[in-house]
């Protein structure tokens, strides 16, 4: 008998990080109520050790065994040539009985849904969700929980929480992205390592200069540090409580790619956090949730500092760590003396032989593992807070050098010993109840929190001649639990006196109940048989979809000519322009489009027979986004609803809440990939589909059956999007409550260790973007575009002027229309490039056209 024992669950579910299995042990023996990690395939830290198949059935049975959910990531961007692959380890975790798939391919969560609804998935951070709108088009898309953008502040948490039946899962602890997750092509462009695939080399936290158009760099007086783009370490430690009130359900500490005691010693600290939370709750309100003793361990494993991140406010400069961008450590105390290849410091914390220590000198820094410790002369076990002790040292130090101690022995062996084989605490309660008379069976009723077993003994219960049955004696035998995951908590007796059991029957009723109670929960299974069938569906009305598609749309031939104002959209159609994109983000060193002139633009471009498309900013938070829905009720009533660019997720679902057969297109920020996120838009009705930047020529070749697939071939490529805007965070500080828009007094640029410049926009709303140093540029490559079937290209001409847009559209369109008059043109590329250099001496990029990502 096996019955489920029904509890609500716990308000707070702390959501730990594995690497490896030695972590996830540390997660799980520590107090993580859940963990997620990543397969061997499909993860987006691709280079962690991560699980086998064989190692994941190991680790969902361990968790499952304490209570504990198992979350799998394939959060990465899906080629279609890894589709069968990916078919099949979707079922392999769905017969393993993994608790959820975390995504972030829109095409992905739609295949999930039609071809195995059982699998819960849960929306990653990649998919760049930070709204309302964008939490009510998951809701369509199957979901059951969405892990919001790590810039969601604690106000717009709450509307969103309000808002969905959705759980909301938030970071609160670890390494942030400087860039919106999902978005960042930086690594990608750079060094071919995508974020979107996993494999990102974290470009950000290099050093960078801030440069000007003359070649100044504008920090060089201010001693600010060159790490310009590397964020301090996420701790929200103290904001547990805020986040239960706000309805948040899960909190995520981010290290997939940090060791054991790592995870052991944050998961440890923050369970005793939301364990102190009901004392708060209960009028102990202003105590701490976690001791100054606790801060400095979290201190200790790993910090570049600490931040609140995005939850209160944009902190600009107090996000950043830019003097290094590595773990700090804690301050240990300062060099007093070095002599004889013996150092003296004066201590500020306790010392131990194995803790690991840094020197901060004028020339750099210097580590070292602590040996032997002396004082006095006399060598000691430790050294203490204000003494001065001596150890040996080889390197450089003077008198005044501060010390930081990097690691801490003790620290990592408690973690080690918390997650050591063989000796797990991680351990379920049980309640017992063993009952009967003499002449019959015992009954044994065994239960933990979730369920309830019961058992019978082999034989029946007899009249005690020597050691009749007591309350103790069954205590002890039943509570013999070993190494299960159990412990005896509560036992009632209640049999008859004087009665008696074997020993070897009561040892056998517990071992039955345990083994029972040890048996995975039954789940709703599907056998592979039914889900091929599916599979076999899914690839039927995907096919039959595209050949619709192709019978019945004849797209014809065009260039888009993506523009930022008036005066640059001008000079596009002068050049010849059919097709135009016009508004995205509204530059500082530029007037952007109001609405009024893009309605303006609509009814000329109109007049003049251009196609026009109103372009979508990639990011806005809530208030934006009920600002852009207000102009959206505006410009439903046009004579002439203007047609949509969507770049965002909220946008279409915003787009779609006020007429659902508005007119619209995909932008790139949208991540298309593959067939299935293809066919996904297309379903719901967009007219043209600009393909990720990030794709290979042979995948845009197979992505060219789907008409109107638009691919960009010319224009700057933006790499990255952050609400932390470099130049007001170093150069504009504040005045009141305002910027002091530093930024639109002069270009700025961000220079790398190889002084490549980085043009730096930023937008009204303060956002920084990040473009690459070269232009992208397929110009040599149109003649093979076009044989593959490419309808429409794209140039990305948003900061360009209006002189190099009217040259540039005129090059691309004499180009493509001899392509098009012929598939045997004489067209060659050598005077339109020549033409090309001479407007960018600085050179191009073919991107990603020939070396891809995968």
């Given amino acids: 008998m096996n019955e489920l024992v029904t509890e609500k669950s716990l308000s707070l579910e702390l959501l730990a990080p594995a690497g490896s299995f030695e972590a996830f042990k540390a997660a799980v023996e520590n107090g993580a109520d859940a963990v997620y990690l990543g397969g061997k395939s499909f993860s987006a830290r691709a280079s962690a050790a991560n699980f086998d198949l064989e190692e994941l059935q190991k680790a969902v049975r361990y968790a499952h065994e304490r209570q504990v959910k198992v979350y799998v990531t394939a959060n990465i961007l899906i080629a279609d040539q890894e589709f069968q692959e990916l078919l099949n380890y979707l079922y392999a975790l769905h017969e393993i009985g993994v608790d959820a798939v975390i995504l972030q391919d829109v095409g992905v969560a739609e295949l999930i849904n039609k071809i195995l609804p059982e699998m819960d998935i849960h929306a990653s951070t990649q998919m760049t969700i930070n709204t309302s709108w964008g939490v009510h088009h998951l809701e369509s898309l199957g979901f059951s929980r969405v892990v919001l953008a790590r810039e969601t502040s604690a106000d717009e948490m709450k509307y969103i929480a309000n808002e969905t039946p959705l759980e909301i899962e938030v970071f609160v602890h670890g390494a942030l992205c400087i860039g919106y997750s999902g978005q960042c092509l930086m690594s990608s462009f750079i060094g071919g390592r995508s974020g979107n695939r996993g494999t990102c080399a974290q470009p950000c936290r290099m050093t960078y200069q801030l440069v000007n158009d003359e070649n100044q760099n504008l920090l060089a007086q201010k001693n600010t540090g060159e790490h310009l783009l590397s964020p301090r370490d996420l701790n929200l430690a103290e904001e547990l409580a805020e986040l239960e009130r706000i309805g948040i359900h899960s909190l995520k500490v981010e290290g997939r790619m940090k060791r054991p005691e790592y995870v052991a010693t944050v998961i440890r600290l923050y369970r005793q956090a939301i364990d102190r939370i009901g004392d708060k709750r209960e009028g102990n309100g202003v105590a701490p949730l976690l001791t100054p003793g606790e801060h400095q361990e979290l201190l200790q494993v790993f910090n570049r500092d600490f931040t609140s991140g995005y939850f209160r406010e944009n902190l600009g400069a107090d996000l950043m760590s830019y003097s290094r961008p590595n773990n700090r450590g804690t301050r240990l105390g300062r060099v007093t003396q070095f002599e004889d290849g013996r150092l003296s410091i004066k201590l500020e914390a306790a010392l131990h032989p194995g803790d690991g220590i840094e020197f901060w000198t004028g020339r750099g820094r210097e580590g070292v593992t602590v040996g032997q410790i002396w004082k006095s002369g006399i060598e000691v076990a430790e050294g203490l807070h204000g003494e001065t002790v001596q150890i040996e040292f080889l390197g450089i130090a003077h008198p005044g ?397 948003t900061r360009q002027t209006p002189g190099q847009i009217k040259q540039i559209v005129r090059l691309f369109n004499e180009a493509w229309n001899s392509l098009n008059v012929s598939k045997k043109s004489a067209w060659t590329s050598n005077d339109g490039m020549s033409e090309l250099t001479s407007l960018f001496p600085e050179g191009f990029t073919k991107g990603h056209f020939f070396r891809g990502v995968l």
Avoid at 416 to 432: A, D, I, V, Y
Avoid at 736 to 752: N, S, W, Y
Avoid at 767 to 778: A, E, Q, S, T, Y
Wanted: include cysteine; proline fraction near 4%; glycine fraction near 6%.
């Fill in 401 to 797: 050098d501060r010390v930081f101690k990097t690691n801490d022995a003790l620290l990592m062996e408690k973690a080690r010993h918390s997650f050591q084989e063989g000796r797990e605490q991680r351990k379920n309660p049980l309640t017992m109840r063993l009952s009967g008379h003499e002449g019959d069976k015992l009954c044994l009723e065994v239960m933990d929190t979730q369920r309830k077993v019961t058992v019978y003994s082999a034989g029946v219960a007899q009249r005690a001649l020597k050691r009749p049955l007591t309350f103790d004696y069954a205590f002890q035998q039943l509570g013999r639990l070993g190494t299960t995951p159990f412990w005896l908590d509560k036992l009632e007796l209640e049999t008859d006196e004087g009665i008696m059991l074997p020993v070897s029957d009561l040892n056998e009723m517990r071992r039955l109940a345990v083994e029972e109670l040890l048996q995975i929960a039954p789940r709703q299974k599907v056998d592979r048989q039914t889900y091929k069938q599916r599979i076999e569906l899914w690839k039927q009305r995907q096919a039959e979809e595209r050949t619709t598609l192709i019978n019945f749309q004849k797209p014809i031939p065009q260039i888009s000519v993506a523009v930022s104002d008036t005066s640059t959209l001008q000079a596009a159609i002068k050049g010849g322009a059919k097709r135009v994109l016009i508004g995205g983000e509204h530059w500082r060193s530029r007037r952007s489009f109001s609405l009024e002139e893009i309605k303006t633009s609509f009814a000329d471009c109109r007049r003049q027979g251009v196609d026009c498309v109103w372009r979508l900013p990639r990011i806005l938070n809530q208030t934006q986004s009920d600002n852009l829905l207000a102009d959206f009720k505006k410009a439903a009533e046009w004579e002439h609803k203007p047609k949509l660019m969507v770049s965002n997720l909220s946008e279409l679902e915003m787009m779609k809440s006020i007429d659902s057969n508005w007119p619209f297109e995909v932008d790139y920020s949208l991540n298309v990939f593959n067939e299935a996120s293809l066919a996904y838009f297309w379903r719901l009705g967009a007219m043209k589909v600009t393909l990720s930047p990030e794709l290979h020529h042979e995948q845009l070749a197979h992505l060219a059956k789907w008409p109107g697939a638009e691919v960009i071939v010319f224009g700057d490529l933006e790499m990255m999007v952050s609400e932390y805007c470099p130049v007001g965070a170093t150069l504009g500080g504040k005045k009141g409550d305002h910027c002091a828009r530093t930024c639109v007094k002069e270009p700025h640029f961000l220079r790398d260790r190889m002084r490549y410049d980085f043009p730096v926009e930023t937008d009204e709303e303060c956002r920084m973007h990040l473009f690459n140093v070269k232009i992208l540029n397929l110009y040599e490559e149109l003649a093979q575009i076009r044989r593959m079937g490419i309808s429409t290209i794209r140039l990305q001409l």
